[in-house]
């Protein structure tokens, strides 16, 4: 079992910048990849940002330039970084393990995004 908990979202102003952290315990030996989904209200869930163990990484097309993903090995936690925030950049993000084909979640943080 993997227990994922996110930090970092809250409200922000269209141009601002935030990061969110993820920081995964228990049995992350072999973790895949991690990455982070967002939801926005009647939406479905979407790939934000993955970053594999070998630090591959991908991004959704909307947010390719503004935000970064990173993984911390050390203190098992991966950020996104997030700039130029626009207002459909609101949504609950959430944090994502893959392991052994199963995908563990996170109960994700909300990040809000004024106009």
């Known amino acids: 079992q993997v227990q994922l908990v996110e930090s970092g979202g809250g409200l922000v102003q269209a141009g601002g910048s935030l990061r969110l952290s993820c920081a995964a315990s228990g049995s992350i030996f072999s973790i895949n990849a991690m990455g982070w989904y967002r939801q926005a209200p009647g939406k479905q869930r979407e790939l934000v940002a993955r970053i594999t163990s070998g630090r591959s990484t991908n991004y959704a097309d909307s947010v390719k330039g503004r935000f970064t993903i990173s993984r911390d090995n050390a203190k098992n936690t991966v950020y996104l970084q997030m700039n130029s925030l626009k207002p459909e950049d609101t949504a609950v993000y959430y944090c994502?393990?893959?392991?052994?084909?199963?995908?563990?979640w996170g109960k994700g943080t909300l990040v809000t995004v004024s106009s």
């Open positions: 994502n393990a893959e392991q052994h084909g199963m995908d563990y």
